[in-house]
């Protein structure tokens, strides 16, 4: 009677297992699906938004780039003081006024000597040999005055290696910063479900399924993607649910089981 009992137990929850099992093989999960797309685009393919050309590169299950160029970027360099620049064909010295505020710099040419030279009481000499006869001559007499440029901030700087109009922008008591304007190329990453600022907006990122090809769809309908979302999580949490139930079916009837099956002390 026992076992008969046990045997009919085990039977109805093998039943409710299979049957948690038949629901989790027939359930299939919702799909993230965009009713209105703003923009879908596909392996380099090219999209224009507010004047601006976005060239795309391979558009793959949950990534994207894009590249864009900004025609006028502005980049900037800072001299430290006395840093060695490369001005007019030669090498200077950045040179900045004492004082707290100041709008001026100059750059002072860097002299080389083309002859041997020799230290004697902390002057240096020139040596100038003429057969036998050596003469000494001090540097600074032997050199001829350097050349030193003033600038100003907004003065044009012949930034040499640079074909764009070099600007002074700014000069403080211990720095020099010159800038200039060209073109910039920029780079657009794109994540499943990751805003991404796109034509000065920002969009939601969603990869779909279209004719066999993977494309990009970008959307400000973000209640949209949520409720999608929202749907799939809901789902996982009633198949995980049913996991749960097969596996705590199966465990109790292979406890009753076993326990149906021991010896009896009487």
Do not use: K
């Not at 299979?18 to 797309?37: K, M, N, R, T, Y």
């Not at 990751?194 to 400000?220: I, K, M, P, S």
């Not at 198949?239 to 097969?246: E, K, Y």
């Not at 009837?253 to 076993?258: E, R, S």
Request: proline letters at 4%; glycine letters at 6%; hydrophobic letters at 35%.
């Amino acid at each position: 009677m026992q076992r008969r009992a046990a045997a009919i137990s085990v039977a109805i929850l093998v039943l409710l297992a299979a049957g948690s099992f038949a629901l989790i093989g027939a359930a299939e999960q919702p799909a993230v699906s965009l009713e209105d797309p703003d923009y879908s685009v596909a392996s380099n393919e090219t999209r224009t938004v507010g004047g601006t050309e976005y060239q795309f590169g391979e558009v793959s299950e949950g990534s994207a780039s894009a590249t864009w160029v900004n025609e006028s970027a502005q980049y900037t360099e800072t001299w430290s003081e006395n840093d060695t620049v490369a001005y007019q064909g030669a090498n200077y010295t950045v040179v900045i006024p004492d004082g707290e505020d100041p709008t001026t710099f100059t750059l002072e040419e860097n002299q080389t000597v083309d002859r041997p030279t020799v230290e004697q009481n902390g002057t240096t000499y020139v040596v100038i040999e003429d057969g036998e006869n050596r003469t000494l001559v001090p540097r600074d007499d032997y050199l001829p005055e350097p050349s030193v440029f003033e600038f100003s901030e907004g003065d044009v700087v012949d930034y040499e290696g640079n074909d764009n109009e070099t600007t002074v922008a700014s000069v403080s008591p211990s720095e020099v910063t010159i800038e200039w304007f060209a073109p910039m190329t920029n780079d657009l990453s794109f994540s499943e479900g990751e805003n991404t600022t796109f034509g000065e907006t920002d969009y939601r990122a969603h990869f779909a399924q279209q004719d066999g090809t993977t494309v990009l769809q970008l959307t400000t309908d973000y209640a949209d993607y949520s409720d999608d979302v929202d749907a799939q999580q809901f789902f996982n949490e009633r198949v995980n649910g049913l996991w749960g139930v097969v596996i705590l079916t199966l465990s109790a009837a292979a406890l009753i089981a076993m326990l149906a099956f021991l010896p009896s002390r009487y």
